[in-house]
């Protein structure tokens, strides 16, 4: 699968603009503060259905206007697809698929699947267990629409837990009472769990030849996922309320559940070292790239379709070596790269385009 043409009409920085890309490489180059990561957004936004850096509409809108749309027009393997987004300062946003109006967020997931990298998704490494989550979440649920919403509804039974937790006078009285909640909530954690498992088992190999790859065999990267790791769906639930119960006094104290998926966490290591705390810039940054990369694989398996890479100027760091590895790792899927500086040969299935104050040029 790959993206056609964008279409972009009062969205950020863009009044009108009309880009067709490449199916591979699509360099987009530019001083800073021009609009190369607006553009990423607008793909994003196509097929997530929400932005990665507000969760304020408005902010989408050219500012002074009062409506944005991004087009996008999709090649997939045996049909196209076109996806709209129209933003509105007063209402809420409408998203078409081929010109029929979705009822929820559900029914554009997976549609067109991304695997995206920005600066601030080195976080995924750094900061703390929440962003390494979101990676997780929001990649599971593109080639898992069940899952998607058992999220939804994990939150909603959790929050409901949280406030019998936070409004329970009496202990005894709370202990007589959570049980129905309690096996709610894990009935639905332990799905969340398993369905986590499956998907680091399943791209911590690829991951691991993928960094071996670019770093001429130099790093060993491992991933494993920090909760409960068992195998079997159903001995996940048992635990879990056996956690539930055995955790209570602490949860009542604290006012909120202490334990679940809402609290796991991912461990990666370099040669045995744990990257989240000392890994140097560059290799967390390439752990991250490897993961993606692994993700990239993994997609196409599951839903039969290549998902586009957008990476949002995520090269600085890598040193000109790795640099050319990992682009080859990704030689066959398309990437849409935003950069300040860029300057190596490309094949013909590829392009350079100039960003210049919201104006997108194609270089020849
Ligand atoms: N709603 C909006 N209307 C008009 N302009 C906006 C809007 N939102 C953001 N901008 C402007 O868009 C400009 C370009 O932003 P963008 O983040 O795309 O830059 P960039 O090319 O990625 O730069 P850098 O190389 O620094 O990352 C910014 O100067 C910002 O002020
Ligand atoms: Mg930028």
């Known amino acids: 699968m790959y993206i056609e043409t964008v279409k972009l009409e009062n969205f950020r920085n863009y009044s009108c603009c009309e880009v067709k890309l490449k199916p591979h490489l699509n360099v987009f180059r530019g001083s800073n503060a021009q609009g190369k990561t607006n553009f990423l957004e607008s793909i994003y936004l196509s097929s997530i259905g929400k932005s990665p850096k507000t969760t304020k ?3 989408l809108i050219l500012w002074g206007k009062d409506r944005a749309k991004i087009s996008i027009k999709i090649k997939k393997q045996y049909h196209e697809q076109t996806i709209e987004t129209i933003l509105n300062t007063n209402i809420n ?3 078409k698929i081929n010109g029929l109006n979705i009822r929820k967020i559900g029914d554009l997931i997976g549609e067109m699947p991304i695997v995206y990298f920005s600066p601030e998704e080195i976080g995924l490494i750094k900061e703390g267990p929440a962003d390494r989550r979101r990676f997780m979440d929001i990649d599971i649920s593109q080639i898992n629409k069940s899952y998607f919403y058992l999220l939804c509804r994990y939150e909603k039974v959790l929050s409901q837990r949280n406030k019998l937790l936070k409004e329970s ?8 009472t959570i049980d129905l909640w309690d096996e709610q909530l894990a009935d639905i954690a332990s799905k969340i769990i398993y369905y986590r498992l499956e998907f680091i088992e399943k791209i911590k190999t690829p991951a691991k030849e993928v960094h071996l790859n670019i770093t001429a065999n130099k790093e ?14 159903k001995e996940i639930y048992e ?8 955790s209570l006094r602490k949860d009542f104290d604290f006012g909120y559940t202490t334990i679940g998926p809402h609290r796991d966490d991912i461990e990666i290591t370099i040669n045995g070292i744990d990257v989240r705390n000392f890994g140097s810039q560059g290799q967390q940054r390439l752990a991250t790239l490897s993961l993606k990369v692994a993700e990239l ?3 196409e398996k599951v839903l039969g379709e290549k998902p586009i890479l957008l990476l949002d100027d995520v090269l600085s760091e890598l040193d000109v070596k790795r640099c050319k590895n990992f682009l080859n790792e990704i030689k066959d899927y398309q990437t849409i790269l935003t950069t300040t500086k860029f300057s190596r040969n490309l094949d013909e299935e590829s392009a350079i385009f100039n960003v210049k104050n919201a104006i997108i040029e194609e270089k020849v």
């Open 57 to 59: 509409e408005k902010e």
């Open 93 to 95: 946003k409408s998203i």
């Open 169 to 176: 006078k009496n202990f005894d009285i709370l202990k007589e």
């Open 220 to 233: 060993v990267l491992e991933v494993a996922y920090q909760g409960i790791r068992l195998k079997n769906q």
């Open 239 to 246: 635990k879990l309320l056996s956690y539930y119960r055995s």
């Open 297 to 299: 694989v993994l997609f």
